[in-house]
C-alpha cells in the first residue's frame, strides 16, 4: 500500500514536470539563444531568489497561511547591508551577511508572532501590512538611492560565483531543499505543520503547541527572504528600495500553487515548489529572450497562477469523478 | 391519487467500492411520522441525499403524490416539496432569522427592493406557529440550537413542504428543546405534512412515531407501525443479530488513592467551585443537561481554557495546568466531543492522526519512527477493529464510527493514565458503541481512570462506577452505582436541580 502510494505521489509531479518540458519545447523553437547552456546556466542562476521566497511561503501555506512580506523582506534586507556600506558603517561581508539574514529572520518571527500571540485574524493582515512597511524602510535607509556593492565580492558571493559556470547559489538552494523536505517528511515538526494546516483545534487539543509551529514557518519565511536578498546583491550588483513592490510574492505563490499546493492548507511539497520555480524563472527567461514587456510579463504571470489554481481544482474534480464512475 | 405523499422505489446508488444502496425502499403517508432507524454506514445519508436531490439514484424511481419525478439536483426536490433539516444545520449565525428563513425567496416591494416589513411579519408568524415567540430581526446565532432548528423548520413549513426530514434532529438539543420538537413535529403532522424522523435514539421513535423503517447495509429491511416494534426487534432489524447486552459493563479494581483531584475550579460564568475526585480502575459518569458545564469542566482540567481558580492534584502531587501540552504530559487523554472540528485532521491519513497526540513517542530525536508508527498503528487498527482499505486512508473517508475509533487510538497511543471521553458514543451506530464500550472496559482493568460525560442516561448508568451530576456550572450530586440514587429518576431529579437525600 505505501509502496502505491508513494508512485502515484510521483505521478502527481509528471504533470508539472511536463509542463516544464513543454514550455522549454515551445521556448526552443521560439528562440534560438534558449537551447545556449549559457542560457540554462543563467536559468539557475535566476531560479534561486525566486526559489528562496516560495519555499518560506511554501511552508506559510502548509499551514493555510500566506506571507506576503517575502519580497519586500528580501528588497529590505538586501538595501539594510547596502545602507552599511553607504554610511561605511562596515564593509565587513560577514557582519553585512549576518545583520542580514538576522533582521529578515525577526521580521518573520514578528510577522509570527503578531498572528499567534496577537491574534491577528488572517496572516493576509499582518503580512500585508508589513509588505508596505518594508517598502517604506527599504527608500527610508537607503535614502531613495540605489547602492552598488562593486567592491564588495565577499556579500556578492553567493549570488555571483559558480563553480565550472554553475552557480553557488543553486547548489545552496538544492541543499535547502533537501534539508526543507527532510524537515517536512520525516520530522515531529514536520507533521505538526501540516497537522496545523488541517485543523489548527485538533492540533493544539493534541498537545502541539501550533501557535510556535506558525511563529516558527513565518520566521523560516523570514530568514529564506534575508537569504534571497543576499543572492539578489550578487546577481544583480545593487540594492534598490523600490524594488520592494515587485511582485516576488506573486512568484513566490505561483511556483508553490503551480507545485501542488493549496490556499486551504495541508497541501504542497519541496519537489513540487522546485518545479514550480523552475517553470516560473524559464518562463521568466523566455520573456527576456523574446523581449517580451515587464507589464506583459506581469499579465500573463497572473494568468498563469490563475491557470495553475484552475487546473487542480478541476484535476480533483475529474479524479472524483474518475472514481464514481469505476466504482459502477 | 397515491396513498403516499413520497415513494422511493428499487433505489440503487453507487460509490467508489461501496454499494450505498441496494434496491431501497422508502414511503410516506401525508400527515404521519415515519420514524428512519439504521447503523452508521447503513445508508440514511445517502437515502436521505437521495430523496433532496444532492446525489442522484443510479436506478430506481421517486414519486410524489404517485407521480414519476426525476431530482437532478436540490432544487427539483425543493420545487417537488421536500425538505431536509440536517443534522449540521445551514444557519448563517450573523444573519437574522428573517434573512435566513428568506434565504433565495424573498419578497421584494413595487421597486423590485426587499420588503423587510412584510419579512419580518411573516418571519414572526412562521415561527409563532411553530411555538417560538422570538424577535426575527435578531441574528440567528444569538439564539441557542432549538431556535436555529426551527429556523431550518420555517423554511420548510414557507416552501410549502409535503414531506420533511430531520436527520437526528435531537442529537444536539437539550431535553426541553427536545419536548419542543416533538410538539412541533405533531403539529406539522397535524397539518398534512409528512414527516421523516432520523435518530439513534429508541425511544424517542416509540413516543413519536407512527410506523417505523429499518434498514442495514444499504437495504430495505422492514417496515411496521409502532406497535410492532419494541426494543430487541428494532435493534435485532438494524444490527442483524441480537445484541445481548448493550452495555457490556465490566469492573476493574479502584484505585487507593485517587487518580485525580479537582478541587474549587472556578471560570467566571461557567464553572463554579467544581471539586470532585476520580480514581482508577473506574470509570466515572458526568452527567447532566446540556449545558451543564461538564464539556467545559473537562476542558478546563485539561489546559484548553484558562480558568479563573481551583487546583488540580493528579496522583496527589498538585499540578499546574495552562495548555493541553502540560495536560498530555501529566497524563492527561482528552476525546473531545466535537470529533470533526477538533479531535482529527480531516484532510491526514489514519497514520497521522494517530501519532498526532504523543509526535514525541514516535521519534527518535527530531525524526519520525516511520517503523514504529507502522507497526503500531496496524495495531491500533486491529484491536480497536478500525474498518479501512488501509492505514493510509483519509480520515475524512471514514465512518463516524471508525473515526471515533481512530480519536481513540490516538489518545490510546499516548500511555496517559486518565482518559476523559466526552461524548464517546454520539453519532455512531449501535455495534461501534459497544466496542467504545469495550475500549473503556479494558482501560478500567489496566487501571485506568476513565471519566466519560455522557447526555444519554442508560449510557451512564449502564457504564459508570460512579457518577457525578452537573447543573449550571455546579456539582449536583455524586452517586455511587451501589447507592439507591443509581436511577434515572434521581439522576435526572438532580440534572433538574433538586436535592437527593441521604
Known amino acids: 500500500m505505501t509502496k502505491s502510494k508513494k508512485s502515484s505521489n510521483l505521478m502527481s509531479y509528471a504533470g508539472t514536470f511536463g509542463a516544464l518540458l513543454i514550455l522549454c519545447v515551445i521556448l526552443a523553437f521560439a528562440s534560438p539563444n534558449f537551447l545556449k547552456f549559457s542560457n540554462f546556466m543563467s536559468i539557475l542562476k535566476q531560479t534561486p531568489f525566486t526559489a528562496m521566497l516560495a519555499s518560506g511561503m511554501l511552508f506559510c501555506l502548509i499551514t493555510a497561511g500566506i506571507d506576503l512580506s517575502v519580497g519586500a523582506n528580501a528588497t529590505f534586507c538586501a538595501c539594510l547591508a547596502g545602507m552599511m556600506i553607504q554610511k561605511e558603517i562596515t564593509s565587513n561581508s560577514v557582519v553585512l551577511i549576518l545583520v542580514a539574514l538576522a533582521a529578515g529572520t525577526l521580521i518573520g518571527f514578528i510577522n509570527g508572532t503578531l498572528l499567534t500571540r496577537l491574534h491577528l485574524p488572517h496572516p493576509f493582515v499582518s503580512t500585508l501590512g508589513m509588505k508596505n512597511v518594508l517598502w517604506g524602510a527599504s527608500l527610508v535607509v537607503t535614502g531613495s538611492q540605489m547602492v552598488s556593492f562593486s567592491g564588495h565580492d565577499g556579500v556578492m558571493a553567493l549570488g555571483a560565483k559558480d563553480i565550472g559556470g554553475f552557480p553557488i547559489s543553486f547548489i545552496v538552494v538544492i541543499v535547502i531543499y533537501i534539508i526543507m523536505h527532510v524537515l517536512?517528511?520525516?520530522?515531529?515538526?514536520g507533521r505538526s505543520i501540516y497537522c496545523a494546516g488541517g485543523n489548527m483545534e485538533a492540533t493544539r487539543l493534541s498537545g502541539i503547541n501550533s501557535a510556535n509551529v506558525l511563529t516558527f514557518c513565518y520566521t523560516l519565511s523570514g530568514f529564506m527572504a534575508a537569504l534571497a536578498g543576499v543572492v539578489s546583491i550578487g546577481r544583480s550588483g545593487i540594492c534598490n528600495g523600490v524594488n520592494a513592490i515587485q511582485p516576488y510574492d506573486t512568484d513566490a505563490?505561483?511556483?508553490?500553487?503551480?507545485?501542488?499546493?493549496?490556499?486551504?492548507?495541508?497541501k504542497g511539497t519541496m519537489i513540487g515548489t522546485m518545479l514550480g520555480a523552475l517553470i516560473i524563472t524559464t518562463l521568466r527567461n523566455g520573456f527576456t529572450l523574446l523581449s517580451i514587456t515587464s507589464a506583459v510579463q506581469n499579465m500573463v504571470l497572473g494568468l498563469v497562477i490563475i491557470g495553475a489554481v484552475l487546473l487542480d481544482v478541476t484535476r480533483e474534480r475529474m479524479e472524483a469523478k474518475a472514481r464514481r464512475l469505476a466504482a459502477k | 391519487m397515491s396513498e403516499y405523499v413520497v415513494e422511493l422505489k428499487n433505489a440503487v446508488k453507487r460509490f467508489?467500492?461501496?454499494?450505498?444502496?441496494?434496491?431501497?425502499?422508502l414511503a410516506v403517508k401525508p400527515g404521519?411520522?415515519?420514524?428512519?432507524?439504521?447503523?452508521?454506514?447503513?445508508?440514511k445519508s445517502t437515502l436521505i441525499k437521495v430523496l433532496t436531490?444532492?446525489?442522484?439514484?443510479?436506478e430506481g424511481e421517486i414519486y410524489v403524490n404517485g407521480e414519476k419525478k426525476v431530482f437532478r439536483n436540490p432544487n427539483d426536490s425543493a420545487a417537488a416539496g421536500i425538505a431536509c433539516v440536517y443534522q449540521e444545520l445551514n444557519i448563517e449565525k450573523l444573519l437574522s432569522i428573517t434573512d435566513n428563513i428568506f434565504i433565495n425567496k424573498w419578497i421584494k416591494g413595487p421597486g423590485g427592493l426587499l420588503d423587510y416589513n412584510a419579512m419580518h411579519a411573516k418571519a414572526k408568524e412562521v415561527m409563532a406557529s411553530l411555538g417560538q415567540d422570538v424577535d426575527p430581526t435578531k441574528a440567528a446565532g444569538t439564539f441557542g440550537m432549538g431556535v436555529q432548528q426551527m429556523i431550518e423548520i420555517a423554511k420548510a413549513v414557507l416552501i410549502d413542504a409535503k414531506m420533511i426530514i430531520m436527520d437526528e434532529p435531537t442529537s444536539s438539543l437539550g431535553e426541553k428543546e427536545v419536548e419542543q420538537l416533538m410538539r412541533t413535529c405533531r403539529d406539522l403532522k397535524s397539518r398534512g405534512i409528512g414527516i421523516v424522523f432520523v435518530s439513534h435514539k429508541l425511544e424517542e421513535l416509540f413516543e413519536l412515531c407512527d410506523r417505523v423503517t429499518v434498514?442495514?447495509?444499504?437495504?430495505?429491511i422492514d417496515t411496521r407501525d409502532i406497535s410492532g416494534w419494541d426494543n430487541d426487534s428494532l435493534i435485532t432489524a438494524m444490527v442483524g443479530r441480537s445484541l445481548d447486552n448493550q452495555f457490556p459493563k465490566e469492573f476493574g479494581v479502584k484505585s487507593a488513592q485517587p487518580m485525580l483531584k479537582v478541587s474549587g475550579l472556578m471560570e467566571a460564568g461557567v464553572l463554579n467551585n467544581v471539586s470532585f475526585e476520580a480514581y482508577g480502575g473506574q470509570i466515572l459518569g458526568f452527567a447532566g443537561l446540556v449545558g451543564a458545564g461538564r464539556t467545559e469542566t473537562m476542558r478546563a482540567i485539561f489546559g484548553a481554557d484558562p480558568i479563573d481558580g481551583g487546583s488540580i492534584e493528579i496522583k496527589g502531587q498538585a499540578m499546574q495546568i495552562r495548555s493541553p501540552r502540560q495536560a498530555i504530559n501529566a497524563g492527561?487523554?482528552?476525546?473531545?466531543?466535537?470529533?470533526?472540528?477538533?479531535g482529527l485532521v480531516l484532510a491526514e491519513s489514519i497514520r497521522n492522526n494517530l501519532i498526532l497526540a504523543n509526535l514525541k513517542g514516535f521519534a527518535n530525536g527530531p525524526f519520525l519512527n516511520t517503523k514504529k508508527i507502522e507497526?503500531?498503528?496496524?495495531?491500533?487498527?486491529?484491536s480497536l477493529r478500525i474498518k479501512t482499505p488501509s492505514i493510509d486512508e483519509i480520515v475524512g473517508q471514514l465512518s463516524g464510527g471508525n473515526q471515533q475509533k481512530v480519536v481513540i487510538g490516538k489518545w490510546v497511543n499516548t500511555e496517559s493514565d486518565i482518559f476523559i471521553f466526552d461524548e464517546p458514543t454520539r453519532g455512531i451506530d449501535v455495534g461501534a458503541k459497544v466496542e467504545v464500550y469495550n475500549v473503556m472496559n479494558s482501560l478500567v482493568k489496566a487501571g485506568k481512570c476513565v471519566i466519560m460525560v455522557s447526555s444519554e442516561m442508560p449510557e451512564i448508568l449502564g457504564m459508570s462506577d460512579r457518577v457525578i451530576v452537573m447543573r449550571g456550572g455546579e456539582v449536583m450530586a455524586d452517586v455511587d452505582r451501589d447507592s439507591k440514587h443509581f436511577n434515572q429518576e434521581s439522576l435526572m431529579k438532580a440534572a433538574w436541580g433538586g436535592k437527593l437525600d441521604d
Open chain 1, 184 to 189: 517536512l517528511t520525516r520530522t515531529t515538526l
Open chain 2, 53 to 58: 436531490g444532492v446525489h442522484q439514484p443510479d
Open chain 2, 332 to 342: 492527561i487523554a482528552f476525546l473531545t466531543e466535537d470529533r470533526k472540528g477538533q
Open chain 2, 375 to 382: 507497526e503500531e498503528g496496524q495495531k491500533n487498527i486491529s
Open chain 2, 32 to 43: 404521519e411520522i415515519l420514524g428512519l432507524i439504521g447503523e452508521n454506514g447503513a445508508g
Open chain 2, 16 to 25: 467508489p467500492g461501496v454499494l450505498a444502496l441496494n434496491q431501497m425502499h
Open chain 2, 215 to 220: 434498514i442495514r447495509d444499504g437495504q430495505y
Open chain 1, 253 to 266: 505563490i505561483a511556483c508553490c500553487i503551480i507545485g501542488g499546493a493549496s490556499f486551504n492548507g495541508g
